[in-house]
C-alpha cells in the first residue's frame, strides 16, 4: 500500500516588482526551498501514530515530505529487491529480511558519523550496527495470546498449543512472514531437537501433531483482532509489536511469554544504495534510533526501544521485549534461516496450508 501526505506548496514569483515612482526596482524575496522528498519503506502498523510521532516532526525539522510505502516486510522487500531503483530512500525490514538485502549489497553502507545515536544503542543492537546490518531501531518478541474463557484452559508454555482441547482454536504466523521462522523454531524445541542439526525435520513433524489445533496461518498480525473479536480463534502465536492493534479489538486477552523463553528480532532501518537523497535518508536513520523518538514509540507503538538512554517503567515495559523477557529472549542465525527459507516454505505450504 502507498500512501502520500497532502502538503500545501507555496509558489513565488521570481520577477521583480518596480516601484511606482521613481522607477527603483525592489529586489526580489528569496524563493522559499521547496521541501525535499524522502521515500521510507515501512511496516503498515500504527500509521497514525508514525505520523504524528515520528513523520511530521521530522519533515518540520527538516523542510521536507516523507513518503511512506507500507505493507508486510517479505512483500516489500521483493519489491525493493526485484527493482533497487524504485525510488525507495530508507527502508525498514525484519531482522532476517535485512539480512539477505545485506548480502544482495541493497544498501548503503551506513557511514557511523553521520548517525551519531549508532553510539547509544543497547549491546546487541550495536554488534548488529558493527557487522554491517544497519540501525537497529526496535527489538520484539514471540508470545501467546489468548481468551481464557474461549480456551478453556490456562495457557503458560508453547507446549500447551498442542493439548487437543485447542482444536481449531490457534492462528500461528505463516512461514513467509517475519516469525514463521521463529514459530519453527518454537516446533523444533518441542521435539526436543536443536533445529540446527537437522534443518527443521523434526520441528516439521511437531507441525503436523499440531495441525489439528491450527485453525489459520495468518499473514498480517492485524487481521488477529478481527479474527478474535469474532470468536473465530481463542489463541494466537504473535510478536509483541501486535499487541495494540489486537487488545484495541479485543482488551480481555492474556498475553503470555512462557518462562522457557522466546524468540527475538530486531527490525533494522538502513539507505538504499541508490538513493538519490542520501543526506537526508542519513538525518532520518538518526531520527528513528534516537532517544527522543524511541521515548515515544515505546508508548504509542508499543516498541521496545534499542537506544540505551530510554529506560521504561514498569507499566510502560509490560508486554514488552524489556527486563526478564528480554533475558529470556534468543536470537536465531539468520544466514542459517535464509539458507533453509525456500524449502521450508514449501515445506510449510504442503503440510500447514492445505
Known sequence: MKFRKSLAFLMVSASLLTACSGGEKNEAAPAKEEPKQLVVSTFALGEDEVNADIIQPFEEANNCEI??????????YTKFSSN????????????????QAVEANLFEQLDATKVPNLD?????????????YGAPFVVNSLGIVYNPEQAGMEIDEWSDLWDSSLA???AIPDMTITYGPHML?????????????????????????????????????????NMF??????????????????????????????QSGTYANFNIINVSATSA??????????????EQVQA??????????????????????????YGDVAERAKSIDSSFVNKNLDEWINQWNRIMNQ
Not at 533497487?84 to 535485512?98: F, H, K, R, W, Y
Open 296 to 321: 515515544k514509540t515505546a508508548l504509542s507503538l508499543n516498541e521496545t526501544p534499542t537506544n540505551k538512554n530510554v529506560q521504561l517503567d514498569e507499566a510502560t515495559a509490560k508486554n514488552k521485549t
Open 67 to 76: 513518503i511512506l510505502e507500507t505493507g508486510n516486510g517479505g512483500d516489500r
Open 168 to 170: 481449531g482454536k490457534i
Open 120 to 132: 547509544s544503542l543497547i549491546a546487541p543492537a550495536a554488534e548488529l550496527a558493527q557487522n554491517g
Open 84 to 99: 533497487p531503483n524504485s525510488g525507495i530512500d530508507v527502508i525498514e525490514l525484519a531482522q532476517n529480511t535485512n539480512a
Open 185 to 225: 523454531h518454537v516446533a523444533s524445541d518441542y521435539a526436543k531437537t536443536d533445529i540446527t542439526s537437522d534443518n527443521g525435520a523434526a520441528a516439521f513433524k511437531a507441525l503436523e501433531e499440531l495441525k489439528p489445533n491450527v485453525l489459520k496461518t495468518y499473514t498480517k498480525s492485524s487481521d488477529l483482532a
Open 277 to 290: 537523497n542520501k543526506e537526508l535518508a542519513y538525518e532520518y536513520v538518526n531520527w528513528r534510533i534516537s
Open 229 to 258: 473479536q469474532t470468536g473465530e480463534i481463542s489463541v494466537a502465536v504473535v510478536g509483541d509489536f501486535a499487541l495494540p492493534v489486537i487488545y484495541k479489538a479485543q482488551p480481555d486477552l492474556v498475553y503470555v511469554v512462557p
